[in-house]
């Protein structure tokens, strides 16, 4: 299993950032894609998805306010 320091070695550093901010609570948030928005690079797959849980996370926590 890896564990988050061995993440380093896979992940782009604007990934982890990212990550990092959501995991504080920061769901405005948006990862710049690495290719483009279309593309099929995994990396991209991976913000793709962690750019709209951050949006899903955002709407959500601004109806409680």
Not at 11 to 23: A, S, V, W
Not at 40 to 56: P, Q, R, V, Y
Request: net charge negative; hydrophobic share 35%.
């Amino acid at each position: 299993n890896a564990t988050p320091g061995d993440l380093s070695l896979v992940l782009p550093k604007r990934i982890l950032d990212g990550m990092e901010k959501i995991i504080e609570g920061d769901f405005t948030t948006r990862i710049p894609y690495l290719r483009g928005e279309g593309s099929s690079n995994e990396f991209d797959a991976i913000i793709k998805g962690l750019n709209h849980m951050a949006e899903e996370l955002s709407g959500i926590e601004d109806g409680f306010h």
